[in-house]
């Protein structure tokens, strides 16, 4: 079994992000910036945008915070997205979800301009991933095939089960499994919440991302010896040991189920440190107008 270090690989790719905005600096060009849009208190999306924000820092890149109160009008939401739209310092951007429940999530996804929608959550991004035309791809499956490349997981040909089906996670990385690429090429089966029977197909599966947020829910009972599997799962648990006053845990049984795998991703260091890499590589494409000219 070997252990999928995110951390380490995140690490390594954000020294490589660095780097470049040194030499983009050195020959005279802008400095890449994001931006983040957060509104209300939750815990989670603060200490999300704060890692954000943090490693916009190590790696050299400007950023900028705009947060509102839980209570912010749908239209002053889309008055700040259209100002960001419009300023030229800005490169990319993002608004981190979960928005309060009297805010439209597509209205304001759709509002964002998609040559800086950096989360490539726009469905003009959606649809040119689905089409594997130049794109944003969202920061979770982008970091999720980073790291299957970086230990050379061979994917051609291979059983892929993709369990969740959000936008976010699930629906975009069963795309991106299936597609003529590299990693790619799966056969790929999406479970969810309505499928019958669900370890019948895991026990079948090469390679499994789980991303339900449901804590411990893969069980070795549902892997087959030699799986390589991707736990997506981050769910805050209760735990007063700790100086946060909780752990994170996976959608993985980690402890069975690891004995069992080819590579396996822990939890946290896992995929969280990969989401944020990918996030600044999208922020890089976008200022150097990589993927919209
Ligand atoms: N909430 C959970 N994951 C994400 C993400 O990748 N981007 C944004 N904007 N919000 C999130």
Request: net charge neutral; hydrophobic share 40%; charged share 25%.
């Amino acid at each position: 079994m070997e252990l999928i270090n995110g951390k380490e690989v995140a690490a390594l790719l954000k020294d490589k992000i660095a780097l470049q905005v040194l030499e983009m600096k050195e020959n005279g060009g802008k400095v890449p910036h994001l931006a983040a849009i957060l509104v209300g208190e939750n815990g989670a999306s603060e200490t999300y945008v704060a890692n954000k924000v943090k490693a916009c820092e190590q790696v050299g890149f400007d950023s900028s915070l705009f947060r509102f109160a839980n209570d912010i009008s749908e239209k002053t939401l889309l008055e700040k997205i259209q100002e960001i739209n419009d300023d030229d310092n800005i490169d990319g951007f993002i608004v981190q979800l979960p928005l309060p429940k009297h805010i439209a999530v597509d209205k304001i996804i759709n509002a964002i301009k998609p040559s800086k929608d950096v989360d490539g959550f726009h469905p003009e991004n959606t649809g040119r991933m689905v089409k594997n035309l130049p794109c944003y791809i969202a920061a979770t499956p982008f970091g999720i095939l980073k790291l299957i490349e970086h230990y050379n997981i061979e994917t051609k040909g291979k059983h892929c089960v993709v369990i969740g089906r959000s936008n976010i996670v699930g629906s975009p990385m069963s795309i991106l499994m299936a597609r003529d690429g590299n990693p790619g090429n799966c056969t790929v089966t999406l479970c969810h919440s309505r499928t019958q029977n669900l370890r019948q197909f895991t026990l079948m599966a090469d390679i499994i991302i789980v991303a339900l947020g449901k804590p411990g829910f893969l069980t070795h009972d549902m892997v087959k010896e030699g799986a390589v599997v991707i736990d997506v799962g981050l769910t805050r648990i209760e735990d007063s040991s700790k100086k946060t006053g909780f752990a994170l845990k996976g959608d993985v049984e980690y402890d069975q189920v690891a004995p069992k795998c080819s590579f396996i991703t822990p939890v946290p260091g896992g995929v969280g440190p990969m989401t944020i890499v990918a996030l600044l590589e999208n922020t890089l494409k976008a200022a150097r107008k990589e993927v919209y000219n």
